[in-house]
């Protein structure tokens, strides 16, 4: 529950497995238990996480995980967290994590709905990215959308005053309901000069699928909101 209304039972997600490589495969053996985050109940300990105290970016669904790879070694002083349900995509992320040698970054394979609401403490987090979400654009599916209300407020228990909400989308429907849906909550300021959208921060990499769009013509939305 969150300021008296629950969360939604509806999923954001649906578990494509896909197929493992053999690399990913024993990624997933062998370096899981040196920077996975394992299923159990309580809070988690930040600090014995990642065997330190610095400020903590959350990102849910990270896709194969190359661009959360990047963000990392491009901020040794910033712990992150990554969360993605694709385990090819968590096999691949933990690749990277030995290839690059990260010591600032963990990973769940699991409902980050659920792993925010049961196991990260209020207050926690410096920074939640939410980048190319499931845009479920038929709009019975609408309800499946992760940026919904309820969520909204989970995000307000979860980030620290002054810590931000980064999302983007190439749904222009999607980026201009989560847009509505941010400016509604009080407890969030739009950081756009013009209360809308923010040229793509020098931190967020350019994706391969992103540039792939932007050939095409596609646009690109990004939100970026402080929490007061």
Not at 34 to 56: C, H, M, N, T, V
Not at 96 to 103: D, K, M, R, S, V
Not at 115 to 144: C, G, V
């Amino acid at each position: 529950m969150t300021e008296g209304k629950p969360l939604r039972t509806v999923r954001s997600f649906v578990r494509r497995e896909g197929r493992l490589t053999p690399g990913q495969e024993r990624a997933l053996e062998q370096l899981w238990p040196l920077y996975g985050i394992d299923e159990a109940e309580g809070l988690i300990d930040l600090e014995q996480l990642f065997e330190r105290k610095a400020p903590l970016v959350f990102e849910i669904g990270f896709g194969n995980g190359s661009s959360l790879a990047e963000m990392a070694a491009n901020q040794p002083d910033t712990n992150f967290i990554g969360v993605e349900v694709h385990r090819p995509g968590v096999g691949h992320l933990l690749k990277l994590i030995e290839e690059q040698g990260l010591t600032n970054l963990r990973v769940a394979c699991t409902d980050a709905v659920e792993l925010l609401k049961d196991r990260i403490a209020d207050n926690s987090l410096d920074r939640l990215q939410l980048f190319f979400p499931d845009p479920w654009h038929k709009k019975r599916h609408h309800k499946r959308r992760i940026i919904q209300p309820a969520f909204v407020s989970l995000l307000s228990d979860k980030i620290k005053s002054g810590g931000y909400l980064h999302m983007a989308t190439d749904w222009q429907h999607y980026a201009e309901q989560m847009l509505d849906d941010l400016s509604q909550n009080d407890d969030f300021i739009n950081c756009s000069g013009s209360s809308d959208y923010i040229p793509r921060p020098d931190y967020r990499p350019l994706t391969k699928f992103e540039q792939r769009g932007q050939r095409l013509g596609h646009g690109v939305w990004d939100l970026l909101f402080k929490r007061r």
